[in-house]
């Protein structure tokens, strides 16, 4: 388990690394311009495949089998396959990536991948989600709680909505708009009945515990969850409007993305306890953060899907925005929290020093909002400045550039916050660490 | 809830269902369309791209340009597409019915390059200004320098060489990969009508 947490933590570095190298290429065109591995869309695409394949899956991984195997009174099963898995599933990542940066890089987001890692990455998943599902299948309580569902769709979710889309890209290619059409039923796949539903798995997980309560209204989580599995694969086309498909396809998917409401709204009313208690504990107010970005993005999702909106906003820098609040403000936050709140359980052990938490989310919040704020500002001022056919690219860029630079702050702010998790993790494993005396100072109810 | 395969089947009936109507519905859709032969020219539109640009396509996709270009014109009663002149009329299905690696794009941190070809000749931009264009950069795009080689001249000048100023006794040359992404750019058009795309101007006086 703590080779997950070891190499997705140095995923997370790895890839806000390089989202920073491309962050920079925004408004310093010239930067690195002269290296081909580091020109500005390979880096995109490389930033973006290391935190999705590298940071979300690892860390989403060892959550999901975590919880399944703490919620279903069953302990953790499967060690020596998940650590085949991690062997190769972290070989194929890293070879992906050198892969993309190299020139081997797709056209559609999420699925950059080169074709001949695919296979690799396929087994490795494969042995993953038996070590998730063997958890599942061992469950004492048969009821199965609101955060088991969530995680047990996400581990199934992912190998279905990826070999789809692999398959019909890269091996028995689809021609002309068809891909489109694909890629985006897929990426919206993966975005909200993978990555979400483990942030959704992890505070449904840790809520209740820490705050010790009953959640609100937890009769209507079934509903909450089901319109979710039922809508979501729906939606991915909305972003698709005006484009050259047939208009049914978008139309379809706007529509359907208003059902969604459903699922955002039982979400809200179900872990709004989570704000309404003041606890002091460190690993709810990550949760709280990776809660309240989730209804946020919601709402931004169904509003830039509108055909107003989108005709401006297509093509600027509002989809970084998105994809920001989407990985460092969804998942980011709840997963750290299932790792703060993990580590002293797994080790017996306190964490070394409660400032280094403190600091962490402290970046946390902070690069994100700078993030946001500045990839969406940038974008609106961009997109405002396209609808105005007598300005020139020149003019908008300079327009941008004071919002962009702010966003490189953002994601340099968020790279620290990780690193202090990082020394925080080893001086744990150090011997003179201390033991665990008193669970509940990192906020818990009896340990399950 | 109490049993696996609901979850199981719900997850997977759910994304098939999805994936068999949107992606395959409108795959059969489009798929059934044919070239549009244009009797004037002699021509089937749309044309498939010749040799060395199809080359040039794996070089645009292997820098990814796409995270910068689009290739996709909107309606004009949509958005500032046409306005900006970037094409006559809206992209459609069938403008990429030949293509196995369609550019559609990302974001438009510059120009739509959908009918280059198109604007780069009423510009004067010929195949040599646009290497030179590719090796400087610009304040909005960076260089491409990495494309292009410095060589000794021995004799004559290379006829790759770009005109730009060099040390004295060398010569900058154009790679293959960037002969191929030039031909490319300066192949990309969607100039011939289309019954479901009239022109922007046709369209209005239907209106």
Redesign the interface.
Known sequence: MLLFLVSSLLWLLAGGALSLVHSAQLHTVGFFASVEWLTFGRVQAAAESALVYGWVANSGFLACWWMLGRLGGSGTRGAAISLFAAFFWNLGVTLGVLGILAGDLGVYPFFHMPAQIVPLLGVAYCAFALAGVLAWKDREEDAGFAAQWYAVAALYAFPWVCSAAYVMLKFHVLPGVSQAVLAAWAGDGLRLLWIAPIALAAAYYLVPKITGATLPGYSYAHLGFWSLVLFAPWVGTRQLAGGPVPVWVPTLGIACGFLLVVHYLVVASNLKIAFSRAHKSQVLRFVQLGIASYLLLGLCDIVFSLRGVAACTQFTHIAEARQSLLVFGVFTPAILGVFYFLLPRLTGRAWASEGLITSHFTCTWFGLLLLVVGYGVAGFEQGLGLADPKQGFDVIAASMKPWLLIATHGIGIVLLGAVFMLVNFVFHLLPAAKPVTDLSTHAVTPAS | ??N?PV??I???G??????V???WG??V???KLGLQYDPLENVANPAPLPGVAARGQLVY????????H?Q?I??QT???DI???WGER????R?????????????????DLTNYQIRASKDGITAAKLHEKLYT??????????LYTEEPVSGEKSNRALSLATPRGSQLVASERAESLVAYLLSLKQDYALPEAPAAELAAENK
């Open positions: 809830m109490k696996n979850l199981f719900g997850v997977f759910s994304l098939a269902l999805s994936w109507a949107v992606v409108s795959h859709q489009t798929d996709q292997d820098l990814g340009c796409g995270a910068c689009t996709q909107r309606r949509y958005a500032y306005a900006r002149g809206q992209s459609v299905a403008d990429y019915m030949l293509q196995s690696r369609p550019q559609f794009g990302l974001t438009r941190q510059g120009p950069g610009s304040k909005v795009m960076p260089s491409f320098a990495f």
